[in-house]
C-alpha cells in the first residue's frame, strides 16, 4: 500500500462499480509469466512421447556397452584354435557350447560365431562401447574448437582473412584423402584415429558457425551492444551465443551419428581402427565378404550401427525443435 | 568480375600446390619408408649389399632419392674405349670395390664418414677424440648408474641371483677406474679399439687409391651427393657370401619442393615434331590427312602418337593426343605403368574388327590403328608388314568394356540425373504436403539415409536387388544374351541404384527445407493475394527461388562422379576409379596417392568455381566480386 491509495475518495460506497486504486509503479511493469529458457526447451522436448521412450532406449544401449564388458569381457581370438567353432549360425553355436560351459554361459553364443570362432553377442557389445566412445570424443573435441573459433572467426575481421585462407586450402584437401593418409602415417590406435578424425574435422563447423555468427553480429541489437561500449567476449557470449543454441544442437545432432558411420566406413576401406580394438566397423568389413553365406554375422552389428546412429540422430533434431525459441508459444 | 576470376584461379592454383606439397609431405617424409618392401617379394629374395642396392634403387622409383652406382660411373668413364669389358684396366677399377675393405665394420670410422664423408681425413683425428670421449663418459654414466641400482636391490630372490649381481657389480667396479684414468689423462691409446680404428682408417686411403673409385667419390661429393659403400662380406674362406659382394653408390636425398617442381614441370606434355630422336627420319609434319577407319585425322610425323586427332567408333567418338597428362607412374599396385593409362585404358576382353590396312586390304584384327606409337625400327610381324606402312608400328588393342574411369563416370551421371530428376519433385511434393502422409514417409527414408551406415544399406539394396529382381551382384558375372549380343549392362543396375537412392535422400531434405523456408516468405502471399493458383506458385515462384541453393551443387555432383564410390564399385567389384585411393594406400603407391591428390583436389577447385558461376548466372542479385552497389 502507498501514497497514492489513501488520496482516492470514494464517492459513492453504494455504487456497484468501486473504482480501483491506481497504480503508478505496477502500472508501469509488465506481467508475463515467468519464462526459463532450458526448462522450456524441456517442456517441449518431453511433450513428445517419444522422446522419452528413444532416452531410455539409448541409456539401455549406453548401459550395455559401458557395463556390459565388465561381465562379458571380449577376446577376439579365445578360439582361434577351435576350428569346429567358426562360423556357427545361433542354433548351431548353442547346441555347440551346451557341454563346454568353460569357454562362456550359453547367452554368449546366442548370435552365433564368427569366422575364427569369436561370439558375436560380447563382440557387439565391446563394439559399441569403441564406437560411442569414439564419437562422443571425436564430437566434444571437433564441436568445442569448432563452435570457439567459428565465434571468434565470424566476429573479428582481421582472423577472418586469415581463416578463409586457411579455409581455402584445406577445404580442397579431399577429408577421405587426408584421414586415410594420417592413419597411414600415425598408425591405427584408439587415440591416433581421434587425433585423424579431428585434425582437420573442426574446420566445416567452425566454418558453419563462422557464418551464422556473422548474420547475427550485424543485428540491429547487437550494433546497439556494440555502440553501449559492451565488450566483445560479452557480444559474443550474451548476444549471439544464446541465439545459436538450437544450431549448435542440429550441428551435434549430425554430427554424433556421423563419426559411427564413418568408422564403419574407414574400417570397410581397411583404415580403420587397429585389429586388437573390438570396433563395429571392423565386425561389418569382416563379415561383408561372407554375408550371403553367414547373415548372423553381418546384420547383428549393422542394426545396432544403425539403431545407435538412427536413436542420436533423431533424438538430437528434436532437441534443436525445442530448442528453438520460436517453438516456445 | 574478370579480376576476381582471375584472383580466384589463381588462388586455386596456389592452394592445389599447398594441398600437394602437404601431401607428399606426409606420404614422403613422415611414413617410415621401409613399409614399401612388406609386401614385395623381390626384397625377400635378395640379400645383405644387394637388398640395401635393390632397395636405393626401389627409393629412386618411389621418388625419395636420386642415386647413381658405381658401375654405371665406369661405363660413362670407359665408353670411348673399345670393348671394356675386357680391359684390364676396367677390370681392376671394378674390382677395387670388391675387395675385402672392413673399415665400415667400426663404428667410429662410420660415424666419422656419415658426418664428413671420404675425403677429409685431417678432420679424423680430433673426430675421433672427440667420439670416444663421449662414448666412454656415457658409459661412466651407465656404469656409475648400474652400480647404484645393483647396491640398492634388496636380498636377491635365489642363490644365483646373488652370485651374478656379485659379480657384476666386480666387473664394473674393475672398469670404471680405467676408463676414468683414460678420461682424466686425456689420452684413449690403451683402449685397444681406439688404435684399432686408427689402423683401419688408412684403408679408406687404400680405398680411395683407386684412381676411378676417388674420381667417383669426389665427383658425388662435389655434387652434394652422399657415398654409401656397401663392403664386401665374405665367407672365411674368401669368397663373397651371397649377394654380399662390395658395392658403391652415391645417394642423394630429394627435398620437397623440387620433387613438387619436377612433378608439375612434367604434369602436361604437348606432342611436338620433334619428340622422336632419330636422325633418319627427315620428314617431319603435322598435317590432316584422310583416315580409312574414321573419317578424317590430323596426322603427326616426328610426334609420339601418330594420330594426333582421330575419329573412331568409340565414345566419344572424337580422340585427341596432342596434350598428355602425366600423373606419375604406379610402383606397386599396377607395376611400372602409367597412372594416366590405368585410368583410361579400356578393360574387358579383346575386340576385333574390320580395318583397312595401309595397303588397303581389309583386315579382321584386334589391333588399335589409332593408337600406334613410334619405334626406332619397325619391327613388325609378316602377317602385319603390310599394315603399316612407316615407323609408327608399336600399337595397342582395342577391348569391348570401357575404362576405369568411364565406369565410374557412367555410374555417376546416370545417378546424379536420376538423383534429381526424382528427388527435387519429390523434396517439392513433400513441402506441398507439409505434415501430411507423403511428408511423414518421406521423413522416414531421409532419416533412414541420413543415419544408417551407407555401407548397410548398399548391403541391403544388394540383397534385394539380387533375390526380388534377380539382378547379377558381381560386375564380373554379370554377362548376360541380351537381343543377341553380350553386354554387361546388367552389371550397371545394382551400382547405379546403389548411389542414387542415397542421392535422392538428401536432395529430398534440402530441396523440403528451403521450400518451407520460402513458404512463409511476403512474395508468396502477395502470389496468392492476386490470385495465383497454388500450383503456379509453386511451380514458378517457390522452385525457383528453392532452387538457387540446389544450383550451387550441381557441378560438384556431376563432377564428382569422375572420382568413383569408393563403396559401390568395391562392393559389386565394379572396375572404376574409386577404390584407386585405398588400394594405393594398402600397398604403400606414393604416386597414386599424389596422383589422387592432385586429380580429385583439381576437380573439387573446378566444381566450386563452377557453382559459384553457375549460381551468379541463375540468381543475378548475387555477384561474386565483392564489389557493392553494382555499377562497376
Excluded at chain 1, 42 to 55: A, D, Y
Excluded at chain 1, 250 to 264: H, K, M, N, R, W
Excluded at chain 2, 2 to 18: D, E, G, P, T
Excluded at chain 2, 508 to 516: A, G, L, P, S
Amino acid at each position: 500500500m502507498n501514497e497514492n491509495e489513501k488520496d482516492v475518495k470514494i464517492e459513492n460506497e453504494d455504487d456497484l462499480f468501486v473504482p480501483i486504486s491506481q497504480d503508478m509503479i505496477q502500472s508501469e511493469k509488465i506481467i508475463a509469466p515467468r519464462y526459463s529458457y532450458w526448462k522450456s526447451v524441456f517442456r517441449i522436448f518431453f511433450k513428445k512421447k517419444i522422446n522419452i521412450f528413444l532416452i531410455a532406449l539409448f541409456v539401455l544401449i549406453f548401459l550395455i556397452a559401458f557395463i556390459g564388458p565388465i561381465f562379458a569381457p571380449y577376446v577376439y581370438e579365445e578360439n582361434v584354435n577351435l576350428l569346429a567353432a567358426q562360423h556357427l549360425s545361433p542354433s548351431k553355436a548353442l547346441a555347440f557350447f551346451k557341454d563346454k560351459p568353460e569357454l562362456g554361459p550359453s547367452i554368449k553364443w546366442i548370435l552365433g560365431t564368427g569366422h575364427i570362432g569369436n561370439s558375436i553377442f560380447y563382440g557387439i557389445i565391446s563394439s559399441a562401447r569403441t564406437s560411442l566412445l569414439l564419437s562422443t570424443i571425436c564430437a566434444a573435441i571437433n564441436m568445442v574448437i569448432g563452435i570457439l573459433l567459428g565465434a571468434v572467426w565470424g566476429y573479428s575481421k582481421k582472423f577472418d582473412a586469415v581463416m578463409l585462407v586457411i579455409y581455402n586450402i584445406i577445404a580442397n584437401v579431399p577429408y577421405l584423402l587426408l584421414i586415410m593418409v594420417l592413419v597411414y602415417v600415425i598408425g591405427s590406435g584408439f587415440w591416433s584415429f581421434v587425433f585423424a578424425l579431428t585434425v582437420t574435422g573442426w574446420l566445416g563447423i567452425a566454418y558453419f558457425f563462422r557464418t551464422q555468427v556473422m548474420i547475427i553480429r550485424d543485428r540491429e541489437y547487437s550494433l546497439a551492444s556494440r555502440c553501449l561500449g559492451t565488450p566483445i567476449p560479452r557480444v559474443i557470449g550474451k548476444n549471439i551465443l544464446p541465439f545459436l543454441t538450437s544450431v549448435i544442437v542440429t550441428i551435434l545432432a549430425t554430427e554424433l551419428p556421423s563419426y559411427i558411420s564413418f568408422e564403419v566406413y574407414l574400417s570397410y576401406l581397411g583404415a580403420g581402427l587397429s585389429a586388437s580394438i573390438p570396433s563395429i566397423g571392423r565386425m561389418i568389413s569382416q563379415a561383408q565378404t561372407g554375408f550371403t553365406q553367414y547373415p548372423w554375422e553381418f546384420w547383428p552389428p549393422v542394426l545396432v550401427a544403425a539403431a545407435i546412429t538412427i536413436i542420436l540422430y533423431l533424438l538430437g533434431q528434436n532437441l534443436a525443435d525445442a530448442s528453438d525459441p520460436r517453438t516456445h508459444m | 568480375m574478370k579480376v576476381y576470376m582471375l584472383k580466384r584461379i589463381l588462388f586455386s592454383i596456389f592452394s592445389l600446390a599447398v594441398v600437394v606439397m602437404i601431401v607428399m609431405l606426409l606420404v614422403y617424409s613422415l611414413i617410415d619408408r621401409k613399409v614399401i618392401f612388406q609386401t614385395d617379394d623381390i626384397w625377400n629374395k635378395k640379400f645383405l649389399n644387394d637388398r640395401t642396392a635393390y632397395e636405393y634403387s626401389q627409393y629412386e622409383k618411389f621418388g625419395y632419392m636420386t642415386t647413381t652406382n658405381y658401375g654405371a660411373y665406369l661405363k660413362d668413364i670407359y665408353k670411348d674405349v673399345e670393348d671394356y669389358e675386357n680391359d684390364a684396366r676396367y677390370k681392376e677399377d671394378k674390382n677395387a670395390v670388391k675387395k675385402k675393405f672392413t673399415f665400415l665394420e667400426s663404428d667410429g670410422i662410420s660415424a666419422f664418414i656419415d658426418k664428413y664423408g671420404y675425403l677429409q681425413m685431417d678432420k679424423f683425428d680430433s673426430f675421433l677424440f672427440n667420439y670416444y670421449t663421449e662414448k666412454k663418459t656415457k658409459r661412466v654414466n651407465e656404469i656409475n648408474k648400474r652400480i647404484k641400482e645393483i647396491e640398492n636391490t634388496k636380498e636377491p630372490a635365489s642363490e644365483d641371483e646373488k652370485r651374478r649381481l656379485g659379480n657384476e657389480l666386480a666387473a664394473l667396479k674393475a672398469e670404471l677406474p680405467v676408463l676414468q684414468k683414460q678420461l682424466d689423462e686425456r689420452n684413449y691409446d690403451s683402449d685397444s679399439q681406439y688404435v684399432k680404428d686408427h689402423e683401419l682408417i688408412k684403408e679408406v686411403d687404400v680405398f680411395l687409391e683407386n684412381e676411378s673409385v676417388r674420381g667417383f667419390v669426389e665427383k658425388y661429393t662435389a655434387q652434394g651427393y652422399k657415398i654409401s659403400y656397401l663392403e664386401p662380406v665374405k665367407y672365411s674362406n674368401g669368397k663373397d657370401k651371397p649377394g654380399g659382394s662390395g658395392q658403391l653408390y652415391a645417394i642423394k636425398e630429394r627435398f620437397v619442393l623440387w620433387r613438387l617442381w619436377d612433378y608439375v614441370k612434367g604434369l602436361i606434355t604437348v606432342e611436338t615434331t620433334n619428340d622422336v630422336n632419330d636422325p633418319n627420319l627427315t620428314d617431319r609434319y603435322i598435317r590432316f590427312e584422310n583416315d580409312p577407319n574414321g573419317w578424317f585425322a590430323v596426322v603427326g610425323s616426328g610426334t609420339q602418337h601418330k594420330y594426333l586427332l582421330y575419329f573412331d567408333d568409340r565414345f566419344p567418338f572424337i580422340h585427341q593426343n596432342f596434350i598428355h597428362l602425366n600423373l606419375g607412374v604406379s610402383h606397386t599396385r599396377y607395376r611400372g605403368e602409367e597412372i594416366t593409362n590405368v585410368i583410361t585404358t579400356p578393360q574387358g576382353s579383346m575386340k576385333n574388327k574390320n580395318i583397312i590396312a595401309a595397303n588397303g586390304e581389309i583386315i579382321n584384327t584386334s589391333i588399335n590403328v589409332h593408337s600406334v606409337k613410334y619405334s626406332q625400327t619397325a619391327e613388325v610381324g609378316e602377317e602385319l608388314k603390310n599394315m603399316f606402312a612407316d615407323n609408327y608400328t608399336s600399337y595397342q588393342y582395342n577391348f569391348d568394356g570401357l575404362s576405369r574411369i568411364e565406369n565410374s563416370f557412367v555410374c555417376g551421371i546416370i545417378s546424379t540425373i536420376l538423383a534429381y530428376l526424382l528427388g527435387l519433385p519429390l523434396g517439392i511434393l513433400m513441402a506441398r504436403q507439409k505434415e501430411k502422409f507423403i511428408d511423414h514417409l518421406g521423413n522416414v527414408y531421409i532419416i533412414f539415409i541420413m543415419a544408417v551406415p551407407s555401407l548397410a544399406y548398399i548391403f541391403m539394396f544388394a540383397v534385394i536387388g539380387t533375390t526380388v529382381f534377380k539382378l547379377p551382384y558381381s560386375f564380373a558375372n554379370s554377362t548376360r544374351t541380351i537381343f543377341g549380343t553380350q553386354t554387361k549392362l546388367l552389371g550397371y543396375f545394382l551400382p547405379i541404384i546403389s548411389l542414387t537412392l542415397p542421392s535422392i535422400g538428401g536432395l529430398m531434405k534440402w530441396m523440403r527445407r528451403y521450400m518451407i523456408d520460402q513458404m512463409n516468405s511476403d512474395y508468396v502471399k502477395f502470389a496468392r493475394s492476386q490470385g495465383l493458383s497454388e500450383g503456379e506458385i509453386y511451380r514458378t515462384h517457390i522452385s525457383r527461388n528453392a532452387m538457387i541453393y540446389i544450383v550451387h551443387g550441381i557441378p560438384g555432383a556431376i563432377l564428382g562422379s569422375l572420382t568413383g564410390a569408393i563403396i559401390t564399385e568395391r562392393v559389386y567389384g565394379l572396375p572404376g576409379v574409386g577404390n584407386l585411393l585405398t588400394e594405393a594406400i594398402n600397398r604403400h603407391d606414393n604416386a597414386i596417392i599424389v596422383a589422387c591428390t592432385v586429380f580429385y583436389t583439381t576437380l573439387s577447385i573446378i566444381s566450386l568455381i563452377l557453382g559459384d558461376l553457375l549460381l551468379a548466372k541463375y540468381d543475378p542479385r548475387i555477384s561474386l566480386s565483392s564489389s557493392k552497389g553494382g555499377g562497376r
